[in-house]
Structures are given as C-alpha cells and as structure tokens.
C-alpha cells in the first residue's frame, strides 16, 4: 500500500511564509517525479511546483521567485517553502507522484488528502 502523508498548512498572515512537507511510504520501487497541485474556491486545480528524479524543476509563473521546492530522496520526502504569501495563495494544496510500485512495471499517479493554507490578516 502507497501513500502520501502531507503536513504544513494552516493560517498566516500576508507577506509570511509557510513551509509544507509530504513524505511517500509503502512499498516503492521508483518516484519519477512529485510536486504539489491546488485548488481555490470556484477555480480549477492547477500545478503549483514539481521535481523530477533528476533534480529538475517547474513552477507556475505565479509563484516563480516566491516557492522553493526541495527534497529528500532518502526520506522519499518533498517541501514547498512558500514565502511572501498573497491572499490570491490561498487554496487546498495537493501532493502528487508519478511512481512505480513494487512489482509493477508502468508508472501510476497518487495523491495526497490536501491541506488548506489560508492567507488572510
């Protein structure tokens, strides 16, 4: 059994900052790539941040010079630092892999449950 486990969310202030953390467990044989989605009230969900095996990287313009994903490969573990936060950042924030399990030979999609981040005074 696969799963992501997602931490970090929760209420801050404009022009602050939180850190989220997700951490892949279960039996794993290889992680293509993660990264994170979101999804605000009546909008669609969009990608955020993601990172691929290689150490490559993609953000959306609208967080360019403001997020910094990292990881963890040992952990099999991703963090988002979001920084200078911006009402317009709110939303559910999603984990997402592209990962082989153990025994399987094509590459499946899983999700985490989402965390809400809400940026507000």
């Known amino acids: 059994q696969v799963q992501l486990v997602e931490s970090g969310g929760g209420l801050v202030q404009p022009g602050g900052s939180l850190r989220l953390s997700c951490a892949a467990s279960?039996?794993?044989?290889?992680?293509?790539?993660m990264g994170w989605y979101r999804q605000a009230p009546g909008k669609q969900r969009e990608s955020v941040a993601s990172i691929t095996s290689g150490g490559n990287t993609n953000y959306a313009h609208s967080v360019k010079g403001r997020f910094t994903l990292s990881r963890d490969k040992a952990k099999n573990t991703v963090y988002l630092q979001m920084n200078s936060l911006k009402p317009e950042d709110t939303a559910i924030y999603y984990c997402?892999?592209?990962?082989?399990?153990?025994?399987?030979?094509?590459?499946?999609?899983?999700w985490g449950q989402g965390t809400q981040v809400t940026v507000s005074s």
């Open positions: 279960g039996s794993i044989f290889s992680i293509n790539a």
């Open positions: 997402n892999a592209l990962l082989q399990p153990l025994g399987v030979i094509y590459e499946l999609p899983y």
